[in-house]
Structures are given as C-alpha cells and as structure tokens.
C-alpha cells in the first residue's frame, strides 16, 4: 500500500492530492517519510518543503527507514527545502496558480530527468502563513483536483495543516475537496467528497441563491 498511518493503509493512485490535518508539526515527518519511502523505491521523484526543523525529522524518519538521504539528493531523486521563496510570486506572494504551476514544472522536469512520476509533500501553514486567505487556499485546493486528479497526473501530493490555525468552516470546506484526509493518527477515504466540478457548481449555486435573495 503506498500510505500508511497507524498501522491502517490506503492505496493512493496517481493524481491522488491527500490532506493531513496536524495537530503537532511532529506529525507531518512520519506520515511523509512512508509515503515517499514507496515513492523512491518506485522511481519516483520525491519533494519536501517545511520549516527546517520539520525537514530534519524527515531526514532523521528516512533515515530510520533505511533510506540513504543524502545518495537521493546527491542523484536528484529527493529534493527538500527549508525557504517558502520558490512556492510563492515573486518570493513573497501566496499566489495558489502559481504555487500549482510549480507543481506542474516539477513533474514536467521529473518526467524529463527519467523518473516514473512524482510525490510532493509540503507544510501548507508553514507556506502561507500570514500572506494567504481562506479564499485562496481553497482556490488552490480546487485547482489541484480539478488539474491533477482528474488528468490522472503522475504525481501525488501530501498537504500539511494546523488544523487549530484554520476556521472550522474552512476545514469543513477543504475535506470537500479531498477523497483521502489524514485527521490525527487516522487515515480515510472522505464519504463527503466533492470532486472540483462538483464543488464548483456548488458554489455558483449557492452564490445564485444568494443573488435572488438580496
């Protein structure tokens, strides 16, 4: 199975955009490290972007996994960043298009250098904290299904969130938008998922209403 948690597993096919919900940053390296563990063993490339503290633990995780971290960087398989510059406009602007489009550059070049797909993983509180919206986030979260899941894109994508940071209609929201939700020490399948054509005739639906009422 390609990710599990607790002792329970999923098997996560291509274009699969997977959100774990954390209560303690200490929970995103363990979650990540099993599922690029898969990743790398397949020829997959494999990306990381957290606070440098968190990419240390993934280091330290990989590594307690038997997995030689520094021949992956060395040959280009494993990448990890510890700066929010390259996701963000400019290096300072939460822009969730663009933050999509370096997705999409990254496959491209993974795909390009050899590699079978790829698997990303990214501390999203981490990336937008302080420059993003509930909005914006969400546009990010739709976009990501609507261009990766529906394509059956070679990759899969792991994002990160302080749930305590987010406004309980905005979690409510974003499980919506994701069939497989990591909440604490559980991983499952989300009964109430709304794929991005779904989720976007819902909205201008509930916008219409709102028009008629007004």
Same mark, same amino acid.
């Given at each position: 199975?390609?990710?599990?948690?607790?002792?329970?597993?999923?098997?996560? /096919? /291509?274009? =699969? %955009?997977?959100?774990?919900?954390?209560?303690?940053?200490?929970?995103?390296?363990?979650? @990540?490290?099993?599922? #690029?563990?898969?990743?790398?063993?397949?020829?997959?490339?494999?990306?990381?972007?957290?606070?440098?503290?968190?990419?240390?633990?993934?280091?330290?995780?990989? @590594?307690?996994?038997?997995?030689?971290?520094?021949?992956?960087? $060395?040959?280009?398989?494993?990448?990890?960043?510890?700066?929010?510059? /390259?996701?963000?406009?400019?290096?300072?602007?939460?822009?969730?298009? &663009?933050?999509?489009? =370096? %997705?999409?550059? &990254?496959?491209?070049?993974?795909?390009?250098?050899?590699?079978?797909?790829?698997?990303?993983?990214?501390?999203? @509180?981490?990336?937008?904290?302080?420059?993003? @919206?509930?909005?914006?986030?969400?546009?990010?979260?739709? $976009?990501?299904?609507?261009?990766?899941? &529906?394509?059956? $894109?070679?990759?899969?994508?792991?994002?990160?969130?302080?749930?305590?940071?987010?406004? /309980?209609?905005?979690?409510?929201? #974003?499980?919506?938008?994701?069939?497989?939700?990591?909440?604490?020490?559980?991983?499952?399948?989300?009964?109430?998922?709304?794929?991005?054509?779904?989720?976007?005739?819902?909205?201008?639906?509930?916008?219409?209403?709102?028009?008629?009422?007004?």
């Amino acid at each position: 199975m390609d990710l599990s948690v607790e002792g329970k597993s999923e098997r996560i /096919p /291509p274009g =699969s %955009h997977i959100c774990q919900l954390y209560s303690k940053v200490t929970e995103i390296p363990g979650v @990540t490290a099993r599922l #690029m563990r898969v990743g790398l063993s397949l020829s997959e490339k494999c990306m990381f972007a957290a606070a440098p503290a968190q990419v240390k633990e993934l280091r330290d995780e990989l @590594t307690r996994l038997q997995v030689d971290v520094d021949e992956l960087i $060395a040959g280009g398989q494993l990448v990890l960043y510890e700066e929010r510059e /390259p996701f963000l406009a400019s290096g300072k602007r939460f822009d969730p298009y &663009f933050l999509l489009s =370096s %997705h999409q550059t &990254f496959i491209a070049q993974a795909l390009r250098e050899g590699w079978q797909a790829v698997r990303i993983s990214i501390d999203m @509180t981490w990336l937008t904290r302080e420059i993003s @919206t509930p909005e914006q986030i969400l546009k990010y979260e739709a $976009a990501s299904d609507a261009v990766f899941t &529906f394509q059956n $894109a070679p990759i899969i994508a792991l994002m990160h969130y302080d749930h305590s940071k987010l406004l /309980p209609n905005l979690v409510v929201e #974003m499980l919506k938008l994701h069939p497989i939700a990591v909440v604490g020490k559980y991983i499952k399948r989300n009964p109430y998922y709304l794929n991005s054509e779904q989720y976007m005739l819902k909205i201008l639906r509930i916008n219409r209403d709102k028009e008629k009422n007004n």
